[in-house]
C-alpha cells in the first residue's frame, strides 16, 4: 500500500529564516506530487505541483520554491520567511489525474 | 471560470440520522470530483472520487452522487456516528490541468 510522510509535524521560524519541508512517498512510482497551504479559516491553496523529476508548476508567485530532486521526493523551501508564510502545509500525491492523497501536514508559524 | 460551493457551511445533528452534504460547480465541463474529510489540525482523508461518465460511487455508510447536467453532486451519510464529526470538502478536477476547484467545507458535528 501507498503512504505519504511529511516531516517535521510542527516548526516554529523567525522572520527571515530559511525553510525547509520535506515530502516523501512509499509505494508507488512516478506520482504526481503537490504542495498546498491552507491558511487559519481559509480554504486550500495550491502552491506547487509536479509531473516528474525535475518538472515544477508553480501555481502561485511567492518567496516559496519547490523541487523534486528523486521520484518520491518533494521540497517545500523559502531563502527568507514572512508573517504571511504562517499556515498549515500539505503534500498529496496522484497517479496521473486521479484521487489525490494527502499527506498529515506541516504546521508552520513565523514569528 | 470554475467556482465550487458547499453549503450548509456547518451541520449538527443527532447521531443516527442519516444525512445529505451538497457540492454545487458553476462549470460542468469537469474531470472528476473528489470528496475529503479533515479532522482538526489533520491533513486530508480521501473518501470517494467521482469520474465525470460516473453518477456515483459507494463507500461503507458513504455515497457520493454526480449530475454535472446541474452542476451538484451529494455526498449522503448513513446512520451518523460522532467518529463523522469533521470537515467534509469537495473538490473539482478541471479537464485543462491539475488544479482542484476547492468548496470553502461542511464543518458536521454529530451529537451523541
Known amino acids: 500500500s501507498q503512504t505519504i510522510h511529511q516531516w517535521p509535524a510542527t516548526l516554529v521560524q523567525p522572520v527571515g529564516s530559511p525553510l525547509s519541508l520535506e515530502c516523501t512517498v512509499e509505494g508507488t512510482s512516478n506520482p504526481n506530487l503537490y504542495w498546498y497551504r491552507q491558511a487559519a479559516g481559509r480554504g486550500l491553496q495550491l502552491l506547487f505541483y509536479s509531473v516528474g523529476i525535475g518538472q515544477i508548476s508553480s501555481e502561485v508567485p511567492q518567496n516559496l520554491s519547490a523541487s523534486r530532486p528523486q521520484d518520491r521526493q518533494f521540497i517545500l523551501s523559502s531563502k527568507k520567511l514572512l508573517l504571511s508564510d504562517s499556515g498549515f502545509y500539505l503534500c498529496?500525491?496522484?497517479?496521473?489525474?486521479?484521487?489525490?492523497?494527502f499527506g498529515p501536514g506541516t504546521r508552520l508559524t513565523v514569528t | 471560470k470554475q467556482e465550487v460551493t458547499q453549503i450548509p457551511a456547518a451541520l449538527s445533528v443527532p447521531e443516527g440520522e442519516n444525512l445529505v452534504l451538497n457540492c454545487s460547480f458553476t462549470?460542468?465541463?469537469?474531470?472528476?470530483l473528489q470528496w475529503f474529510r479533515q479532522d482538526p489540525g489533520k491533513g486530508l482523508t480521501s473518501l470517494l472520487l467521482i469520474q465525470s461518465s460516473q453518477r456515483e460511487q459507494t463507500s461503507g455508510r458513504l455515497n457520493a452522487s454526480l449530475d454535472k447536467s446541474s452542476g451538484r453532486s451529494t455526498l449522503y451519510i448513513a446512520a451518523s456516528q460522532p467518529g463523522d464529526s469533521a470537515t467534509y470538502l469537495c473538490a473539482v478536477n478541471r479537464p485543462s490541468n491539475y488544479q482542484l476547484i476547492w468548496g470553502a467545507g461542511t464543518k458536521l458535528i454529530i451529537k451523541p
Open positions: 462549470d460542468s465541463a469537469i474531470y472528476n
Open positions: 498529496a500525491w496522484s497517479v496521473g489525474r486521479d484521487a489525490q492523497y
